[in-house]
């Protein structure tokens, strides 16, 4: 299996709720991505589980929560969210971090999130 | 800090041409890997072809094929007999292979290719 998966495919969400996104994978991956992609734009990393610790959070506002429960499985909770946070959120997964080798990070299909 | 730059915002080829896509980095590091990514309109990403920056053979990967000229931080992928499900943003990405860096990718602006009939 080297599927990366995304749960919901679409969300939309008012300013004042509490949402969570959910991301699985099951190739054994110890290393875990959250992304951030606005259209037309690269994805800008967020935040980077190794072992279901966080090891990166790059500067990201507190109202996006990550949290890593085992090591198949990546959520992103969301709460009090602004109409610049809509996007696409991706997450991927690679075999583990400080790797000597390619490491790729396999892709999951992202969640279009809306924030209205 | 790395950076990668990809010139062409669009690119257009018929279907059973070859196109070449560019992409430039900019780095200090002697050691690192390379990538090609696709993100079709249904948005998911996928990894095209991948280099380690100490192989001087450039990679292959079915009708994908890249230059890698270390010297000149170039990375250009090339597609040949173009199809219609080729049709999508190519990402350029970087990595460094230097211990602690997280795997890291560094990403291009991107490259929308059409494939037209």
């Known amino acids: 299996d080297t599927e990366v998966t995304q749960t919901p495919k679409h969300l939309v969400m008012g300013m004042t709720n509490k949402k969570s996104l959910k991301c699985e994978q099951h190739m054994g991956h110890r290393a875990m991505y959250w992304y951030k992609q606005k259209a037309k734009k690269p994805p800008e990393l967020m935040f980077v589980y190794s072992y279901e610790k966080l090891s990166i959070n790059e500067s990201v506002p507190s109202r996006f929560s990550p949290e890593c429960p085992n090591s198949s499985l990546l959520n992103l909770h969301l709460h009090a969210l602004q109409p610049e946070d809509s996007a696409l959120y991706l997450c991927?997964?690679?075999?583990?971090?400080?790797?000597?080798?390619?490491?790729?990070?396999?892709f999951g299909p992202g969640t279009r999130l809306t924030v209205l | 800090a790395q950076t990668v730059t990809q010139s062409q915002p669009e690119m257009s080829v018929q279907e059973a041409e070859t196109v070449t896509l560019s992409c430039t980095y900019d780095t200090s590091e002697s050691d690192y890997y390379l990538f090609w990514y696709k993100q079709p309109p249904s948005r998911q990403m996928i990894l095209v072809i991948r280099q380690e920056a100490y192989k001087q053979q450039n990679a292959t990967e079915n009708r994908f094929s890249v230059n890698f000229q270390k010297a000149a931080k170039s990375f250009s992928l090339k597609i040949s007999d173009s199809q219609l499900g080729d049709a999508a943003m190519y990402f350029c990405a970087y990595r460094s292979a230097r211990s602690g860096t997280a795997s890291k990718l560094t990403f291009g602006t991107g490259t929308r290719l059409q494939v037209t009939l």
């Open positions: 991927a997964s690679s075999r583990r971090l400080g790797l000597d080798t390619y490491n790729e990070q396999f």
